[in-house]
């Protein structure tokens, strides 16, 4: 028996575009931010990785927009 496993991406926008992403793996939520090579790595929750996206934005930026594709 085959078990599937069910991806899901989360993309944040901010005011001038998407910033990055956050995405599921077997490890909890990985975060990317957009045009980078390497991830920033993987948290527990998706509240957590939302936040660590956020605080790799320039100071004093809005919190983006994070919609699931």
């Given at each position: 028996m085959t078990e599937a496993k069910t991806r899901r991406l989360w993309v944040a926008?901010?005011?001038v575009g998407a910033v990055g992403k956050i995405q599921t793996d077997e490890d909890g939520y990985l975060v990317q931010m957009?045009?980078?090579d390497e991830p920033l790595g993987?948290?527990?929750t998706l509240e957590i990785a939302k936040s660590a996206l956020q605080?790799?934005?320039k100071?004093?930026?809005d919190r983006p927009e994070f919609?699931?594709?």
């Open positions: 926008y901010g005011p957009a045009g980078a993987t948290y527990p605080a790799h934005l100071p004093g930026a919609r699931e594709h």
